[in-house]
């Protein structure tokens, strides 16, 4: 059974910072791309970063130079540095787990980020 499970969500005040983490079981870790996508009220579910199974990297423009994606193949976790976290900022963060062959892949349940004075 595949599990993807989000962790590190919360109510933050604009320019603070969190740490998401997505800890993930039953798929071999390494053969999977990661990566995090979010969804806000009204809006449709949208890329923030991925990271390959190389270790390369891609962030959306919104987030570029303030977020940074990583993860631990040992720990078969992947985690996002929030940095001067912006009220735009606010949404349901979703772990995504994907493979190209053969083509696979899985959602986490998501995570509240919630970012206001």
């Known amino acids: 059974q595949v599990q993807l499970v989000e962790s590190g969500g919360g109510l933050v005040q604009p320019g603070g910072s969190l740490r998401l983490s997505c800890a993930a079981s039953?798929?071999?870790?390494?053969?999977?791309?990661m990566g995090w996508y979010r969804q806000a009220p009204g809006k449709q579910r949208e890329l923030v970063a991925t990271?390959?199974?190389?270790?390369?990297?891609n962030y959306a423009a919104s987030v570029k130079g303030r977020f940074t994606i990583s993860r631990d193949n040992a720990k078969n976790t992947v985690y996002l540095q929030m940095n001067s976290l912006k009220p735009e900022d606010t949404a349901v963060y979703y772990c995504n787990a994907k493979r190209v062959f053969p083509r696979l892949e899985f959602w986490g349940q998501g995570t509240q980020v919630t970012v206001s004075s």
């Open positions: 039953g798929i071999s870790f390494g053969a999977y791309a």
């Open positions: 990271a390959g199974t190389g270790g390369t990297t």
